[in-house]
């Protein structure tokens, strides 16, 4: 159980995840896995020293789309990549275009070749990322339908920022008919992570003492969210 105690009472904030099988057109979104959000040292919202949350998530996310690839399953990329004009308040700038930080982690670099559908994206929100501005198309729906994908496991960073963002948009799509057969969305918890961010990093970056950020607080939450909108949280996947 996991219990955070808010003005003297605890809340459960606990999801039991499940061990998810996939039993139908299934695909695998993959948010944010570069360099400026997962490897040590590599920009303002880079993990300052090694951490295990972020690590997992790396290890887990090869390992699935591993499958996925090996049995030609489909694969989208979410990659943050902002212009240097154009910084994301709150955030600090981070995954500037050419700073090396929107890059996609080396674990991962052999998804570039593949045939994985990659989506640059300047926001938070995935799903709105992938609107292209000039035709209002959304390439992740085309995808979607293109692939008659039913089930969607999604992984990536941050747990309870752009994953969540992008999950609670697409249970909203899904009701809305705009996504068909998009039916089922699966968050896969451990290759889900977030970042850490406490006192003195919040000195260091000179941000809001409202940016303070415990990752093992935020991450259930993220977790716990996405399941309240109909979202299934699993730890485990199996074929
Ligand atoms: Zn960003």
Redesign the pocket.
């Known amino acids: 159980m996991i219990y955070f105690n808010y003005m003297g009472n605890a809340i459960d904030f606990s999801t039991n995840p499940v061990s998810f099988e996939i039993n139908e057109r299934c695909g695998l979104l993959i948010i944010d896995e570069v360099n400026g959000f997962c490897k040590v040292g590599a920009g303002n919202l880079a993990p300052l020293k090694a951490n295990l949350q972020v690590e997992n998530m790396i290890k887990e996310t090869a390992n699935l789309a591993k499958l996925f690839n090996d049995k030609s399953m489909p694969i989208a990329l979410f990659l943050?990549n902002?212009e240097d004009d154009r910084p994301?308040h709150p955030?600090p700038p981070?995954?500037i275009k050419g700073t090396g930080e929107e890059k996609i982690i080396t674990e991962l670099e052999w998804l570039i070749d593949s045939d994985a559908l990659k989506i640059k994206k300047?926001?938070?929100n995935g799903f709105i990322g992938s609107i292209d501005p000039i035709n209002n198309e959304n390439v992740f729906i085309n995808w979607i339908k293109k692939y008659q994908i039913r089930t969607l496991i999604v992984t990536g960073i941050c747990t309870d920022i752009c994953v969540l963002d992008f999950v609670l948009t697409c249970m909203s799509a899904i009701n809305h008919q705009i996504i068909n057969p998009l039916n089922k969305v699966v968050v896969y918890s451990e290759a889900c992570s977030t970042y850490h961010m406490d006192a003195n990093d919040i000195q260091r970056l000179k941000l809001d003492e409202s940016m303070i950020h415990d990752q093992e607080t935020y991450h259930n939450i993220g977790l716990k969210i996405m399941q309240m909108r109909g979202a299934i949280i699993a730890n485990k996947i199996k074929f």
């Open positions: 943050d902002h994301e955030f981070h995954c300047d926001c938070i």
